[in-house]
């Protein structure tokens, strides 16, 4: 079965400095990954989503992440930091079962960024 | 257009009585999945549906949990004799259909928060 792997529950950051979020997953297949964001008081956005391809992927609010398949690896990175970026980050992993597909998350990993 | 949309937001209720929470997905979107957050958790898979096809409830945790889709619309969550572990927010997320379905994005509610007393 699969799963995902955050082993940061908290990270705290200054504002302007970089960030990395780790993330490992297992599964035997390819994986489809994906980083979530959850903001208090309101519902998972998506930050970004690997397929296939470019082991390293672009998303939304200068966030990027590198797939690193001999690592097992999805880590989250943002070079500077803005207050506003403080939330819950989750990493999760895509899979198929048939007809059926449902996404296999962690446990998160809240940021909090200081000025 | 509207994204996906839950009600109640919050629901207190006492240890054995039912619930039901709605979730209303982005419409056209054929596949809606419900999950659940405990308090300082990641989200647990609950039920999935997916067209006509049968739904997929291997996250189900207990036969209390009980969900309905009707056709590619509006899904309930039921919760039959709640007890106080199934305190949590309740999520709903719904997609497009791909054929390459675990690669879906899925748009999340902003979920129920379900406390029971």
């Known amino acids: 079965a699969q799963s995902v792997t955050q082993p940061d529950i908290h990270i705290t950051v200054s504002e302007g400095a970089s960030l990395e979020l780790r993330c490992n997953y297992s599964?035997?297949?390819?994986?489809?990954l994906f980083w979530y964001v959850q903001s208090p008081g309101q519902g998972l956005q998506l930050l970004l989503k690997?397929?296939?391809?470019?082991?390293l992927v672009q998303g939304i609010k200068g966030f990027e992440a590198e797939f690193k398949r001999s690592q097992s690896s999805f880590n989250l990175r943002k070079p500077s930091v803005h207050w506003s970026d403080a939330a819950e980050y989750f990493c999760a992993v895509g899979t198929n079962t048939g007809t059926a597909s449902k996404l296999t998350f962690g446990t998160g990993t809240r940021l909090q960024v200081t000025l | 257009g509207a994204g996906v949309s839950q009600s109640p937001s919050n629901k207190v209720t006492e240890k054995g009585k039912d619930v039901e929470l709605r979730c209303d997905p982005i419409s056209g979107h054929t596949a809606l999945y419900w999950y659940r957050q405990r308090l300082g958790q990641g989200l647990e898979f609950l039920i999935y549906f997916q067209g006509n096809s049968a739904p997929d409830k291997s996250g189900l945790p207990s036969d209390r949990f009980s969900a309905e889709r009707t056709g590619e619309s509006v899904s309930t969550l039921t919760i039959q004799r709640t007890q106080q572990e199934d305190s949590a927010v309740y999520l709903c997320a719904s997609s497009q259909e791909s054929r390459l379905a675990g690669a879906n994005e899925q748009f999340f509610g902003p979920g129920t928060r379900l406390t029971v007393l």
């Open positions: 599964y035997g297949a390819t994986p489809y």
């Open positions: 690997y397929f296939s391809g470019d082991t």
